[in-house]
T-cell receptor
Framework: DAKTTQPPSMDCAEGRAANLPCNHS???????VYWYRQIHSQGPQYIIH???NNETNEMASLIITEDRKSSTLILPHATLRDTAVYYC???????????FGAGTRLFVKA | SAVISQKPSRDICQRGTSLTIQCQVD?????MFWYRQQPGQSLTLIAT?????????ESGFVIDKFPISRPNLTFSTLTVSNMSPEDSSIYLC???????????FGSGTQLSVL
């Protein structure tokens, strides 16, 4: 599986958009970009995933560059409860194992 | 999506003993995985639990230390054998269905070895 690079930590003001970047320059054509988050003392939670097109769901938006070498997770209106570690992962679908990197620790401040 | 019930949620054990962690999924899942998360660290994949056959272990993890069972599509166990303080971690099970294409996790087992 391709590796990802994320900043170790980021701050965001409550109510503002949180934009979390991820570089995955060695991504293969059949690999998706996945985002998970882990709130303290809980198991990771799936957020969103995509292949080429931008995706949006009730939690977040995923913007993937045209060359697929990087992506951005957007939390449109961050709340204090969004404080967590966010993991960007590239993986094939269909039951392939998921390898977690170090992630980005997002602090949402009042 | 499916829900995983994992138990125990936490335990304190003596070195040299073994602990078995159980995960029950409320629906059939294609894949199940076991992860370890050491304090302040990211998740490390221990193994893929294969239904009806031996688990597939990642580099650095062996069956004698972490035997895994998966007798059916909804249940799996991980045993941490002959424990030492270095085994103190959070252990997490996860599942994936072929249609969902995403992982979902149990709440984890926090293990402390004295």
């Amino acid at each position: 599986d391709a590796k990802t690079t994320q900043p170790p930590s980021m701050d965001c003001a409550e109510g503002r958009a949180a934009n979390l970047p991820c570089n995955h320059s060695t991504i293969s054509g059949n690999e998706y970009v996945y985002w998970y988050r882990q709130i303290h003392s809980q198991g990771p939670q799936y957020i969103i995933h995509g292949l080429k097109n931008n995706e949006t769901n009730e939690m977040a938006s995923l913007i993937i560059t045209e060359d697929r070498k990087s992506s951005t997770l957007i939390l449109p209106h961050a709340t204090l409860r969004d404080t967590a570690v966010y993991y960007c992962i590239v993986s094939r679908t269909g039951g392939f194992k998921t390898i977690f990197g170090a992630g980005t620790r997002l602090f949402v401040k009042a | 999506s499916a829900v995983i019930s994992q138990k125990p949620s936490r335990d304190i054990c003596q070195r040299g003993t073994s602990l078995t962690i159980q995960c029950q999924v409320d629906s059939q899942v294609t894949m199940m995985f076991w992860y370890r998360q050491q304090p302040g660290q990211s998740l490390t994949l221990i193994a893929t639990a294969n239904q009806g056959s031996e688990a597939t272990y990642e580099s650095g993890f062996v069956i004698d230390k972490f035997p895994i069972s998966r007798p059916n599509l909804t249940f799996s166990t991980l045993t941490v054998s002959n424990m030492s303080p270095e085994d103190s971690s959070i252990y997490l099970c996860s599942g994936m269905t072929a249609t969902n294409e995403k992982l979902f996790f149990g709440s984890g087992t926090q293990l402390s070895v004295l």
